[in-house]
């Protein structure tokens, strides 16, 4: 690393040190060695003294687990349905906001400035201090119905998030999550009595194609069945990347392991654009887009949506009533045309249809399971 760009990076590291606090006790526990182990995403780093874990942003220092706090990277009002969120409260608006850092390096990633902070040296996204009460108190002015921690990975600050989160839950807000999925039962166990909602990106089915982006499988796998469990609402994005995630039965193997979870949980399937370290290949096709969706529907799963294509892909970007084929939902990329549910409802056959269509807390009390949602979601 040239010099510049080491005081640089050493500087950036100084400065967000200066925001961070002590982690949650239930996010990291204390090795006999003296190390200290943190559990908020799969990575489970173990720390020796003033060492960093993978995602650079939570430490170990004299003897306890640091964690960001007190800043944003990024905080503006989007459409729900940016997220992506379908079956969340169509047509609102949700605060969104996010920090710097993440434990992944995904050469494709749409947010890299802000997301491999201290990992790329030509990441050089900014950030301004904040409370966890202005970005609530941002949100009722804005008038949104739910906050939502996205942008870089939020189970690397999920103790951040439950600050925020705790306090919008009082008014009612609803919270959620956009993340890589990289959790630990630990992490969502805590997030729990506040994660309404949480969009997890199944970034490919093999264990080869998560080695080159800094992970595994498996553990997205059990975090996807371990909300659903807990009484997370969850829908699912893939991101089809021509080359990378593409290959001959392996959206059909995402595709069956969601459909063996719940068929009704949404899955996204959206188009790539060449960016940051992945400009070797054209965008995804249409045609593409529009045979992934064909495979969700072949493996039995009720919604499936065409991303990043707005009005390109037919009706594939509209919710229909599994049972009788209603029309309930009309979109346009992140415009709803049209909203036909009745209270959750296909107002033709009276079928429920699942999501969360509501503002309420109360159905977080009861959990479901995975192959079925249990009757506290409507
Ligand atoms: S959040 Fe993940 S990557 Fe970061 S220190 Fe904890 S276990 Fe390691």
């Given amino acids: 690393m040239e010099r510049d760009d080491f005081q640089r990076e050493s500087t950036l590291q100084a ?23 943190c559990t908020a995403c799969a990575h489970r780093c173990r720390l020796a003294p003033d060492h960093r874990g993978i995602c650079r942003m939570r430490y170990h220092y004299d003897g306890k687990l640091y964690r960001p706090s007190g800043y944003v990277a990024g ?40 997301s491999q902070t201290l990992r790329d040296r030509d990441a050089l996204a900014g950030f301004q201090c904040c409370t966890a009460d202005t970005i609530v108190a941002g949100s009722l002015k804005q008038n949104v119905a739910s906050v939502v921690s996205t942008y870089n990975e939020p189970l690397i600050t999920a103790d951040w998030a439950m ?17 890589n999925g990289y959790a630990t039962p630990e992490v969502l166990e805590f997030l729990r009595p506040v994660l309404d909602f949480c969009n997890v990106d199944l970034k490919c089915f093999s264990e080869e194609g998560y080695r080159c982006l800094g992970g595994k499988l498996k553990p997205v796998l059990d975090s996807i069945e371990c909300m659903l469990t807990l009484g997370i609402w969850v829908e699912v994005v893939t991101l089809v990347v021509p080359g ?42 249409a045609s593409l887009i529009e045979r992934a969706w064909e495979i969700g529907k072949e493996a039995g799963l009720h919604y499936v949506y065409a991303g990043n294509m707005a009005g390109r892909v037919g009706d594939r970007e509209n919710t229909c009533c599994p049972g009788c084929g209603t029309l309930l939902i009309a979109r346009r990329g992140f415009q709803v045309l049209r909203n036909l549910l009745a209270d959750g409802r296909c ?19 009861t959990p479901s399971q995975p192959g079925g949602f249990s009757s506290h979601f409507q």
Wanted: hydrophobic residues 35%.
């Fill in 15 to 37: 400065e967000l040190d200066a925001h961070t606090s002590p982690a949650a006790p239930a996010l990291y526990r204390q090795e006999e060695d003296g190390k200290l182990q």
């Fill in 163 to 179: 600050e925020v989160f705790e306090r919008a839950h009082v008014h009612p807000l609803l919270c959620g999550f956009v993340s």
């Fill in 75 to 114: 905080l503006q009002v989007d459409p729900i349905e940016k997220k992506p969120f379908y079956h969340v409260l169509p047509g609102s608006g949700a605060l969104s906001f996010g920090m710097l850092g993440c434990n992944f390096h995904c050469s494709f990633c749409q947010n890299w400035t802000s």
């Fill in 347 to 365: 107002p033709q056959c009276n079928r429920t249809i699942r999501g969360r269509w509501n503002k309420g807390h109360d159905n977080l009390s």
């Fill in 244 to 285: 990378f995630n593409d290959a001959p039965g392996e959206l059909e193997q995402s595709a069956a392991f969601l459909a063996s979870m719940s068929a009704d949980i949404p899955w996204h399937v959206t188009a790539f654009y060449p960016t940051y370290k992945m400009t070797d290949r054209p965008p995804t096709s």
